[in-house]
């Protein structure tokens, strides 16, 4: 089996950087991705215990702070992009991570963000991503976490949302976009991890139907995961259905040993950084989330020192737990 290349991974995450202070035709092309892009470095560079010493937090700090929104206040992918549910999260997340010492997290703008994620909840219990009201499960999980690492959630808020995630539930055990659109495993992560936060998981009409439906998605001989019937697998998948089995404690359902094989047949040899299947080109979102799915596989080895290779990462946040046990204190929480 390959081995997995930790060194070349944190250099892969190095170049990125030096990619973009030469400004070349794909970081233009990747603008307003940039903050969800950061946010994936970070996980990365965390998860591989290298954080600061590679990226230090004054930068990106600074690089934050020139996202924010004053207008609608919240944070943009990139200096003078309007703000946006998504950039928002990755910021807060990111600012989270970074606080490794402190009790109590901090976040400038705190409560801006928290009216901006607040003001964009739908009657129905949705949230729109920004401005345009564009609907997705995606969105409530963003709001949801958010709110929850800011110690804001409250009653009203997440018993709509809730109730709008349970409407996107479907017959075969999976969840949607929206209400009828069909199962996906992205969305099944979403869903469940926004139950997860709220301690709703009791409200999934049938956990075993679920989960057969997230096992299924393993696709053989590869072992890697697909994210719906049919369909290739993909280095992103493994995180999007192991988080969800994980927080479900059904993560034995799938062969292990086989999608390890796979996410390490997806990682460059040469430059480091992990690609959707094997031979493809690499990005710091397969990157990220191939990384974050290791992390959640038991049958890791060790390293020379007898610890851990990987930080263990939360399947509900996808964030280092030494982060996510600062804030899961909240009422919702399960624990
Ligand atoms: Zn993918």
Redesign the pocket.
């Given at each position: 089996m390959t081995e997995f290349l930790r060194d070349k991974h944190i250099q892969y995450v190095k170049d990125l950087d030096s990619k973009i202070t030469q400004k070349s035709y794909e970081y233009w092309l990747s603008e307003h991705l940039r903050m969800n892009g950061l946010y994936w470095g970070v996980v990365v560079l965390v998860t591989l215990d290298v954080l600061e010493e590679t990226l230090p937090k004054k930068d990106v700090f600074t690089y934050i702070e020139s996202c924010w929104d004053s207008t609608q206040g919240g944070y943009g992918s990139f200096p003078g992009h309007d703000a946006h549910i998504l950039s928002t999260l990755s910021a807060i997340q990111i600012q989270a991570i970074y606080q490794k010492e402190v009790e109590e997290l901090d976040f400038p703008h705190k409560n801006e963000v928290v009216s901006y994620i607040k003001g964009l909840q739908r009657e129905n219990g949705s949230f729109q991503g920004d401005t345009f009201g564009e609907i997705d499960t995606r969105f409530t999980y963003t709001a949801i976490n958010a709110l929850s690492i800011l110690g804001e959630l409250d009653t009203e808020l997440v018993s709509k949302g809730v109730d709008f995630i349970m409407k996107c539930e479907n017959f075969d055990g999976g969840f949607g976009m929206v209400p009828g659109a069909e199962s996906h495993a992205a969305q099944v992560f979403v869903c469940v991890a926004t139950l997860s936060i709220t301690s709703s998981l009791h409200l999934i009409k049938n956990k075993e139907i679920l989960c057969e439906w997230l096992s299924e998605r393993q696709v053989l001989p590869s072992g890697g995961l697909n994210?719906r019937p049919e369909k290739l697998p993909?280095?992103?998948?493994s995180w999007w259905v192991l988080s969800s089995l994980s927080i479900l404690d059904k993560l034995s359902w799938i062969d292990d040993k086989k999608l390890k094989e796979y996410i390490l047949g997806c990682q460059d040899e040469l430059g480091g950084g992990f690609c959707?299947r094997p031979g493809n080109q690499t990005d710091v979102?397969?990157t990220c989330?191939g990384i974050a799915g290791l992390s959640l596989l038991e049958s890791l080895e060790q390293d020379s020192a007898g610890g851990p290779v990987l930080n263990p990462v939360d399947p509900t946040y996808c964030m280092p737990y030494s982060t996510t046990k600062k804030f899961r204190k909240w009422p919702y929480d399960k624990k």
């Open positions: 994210g993909d280095v992103c998948y959707d979102f397969h989330f």
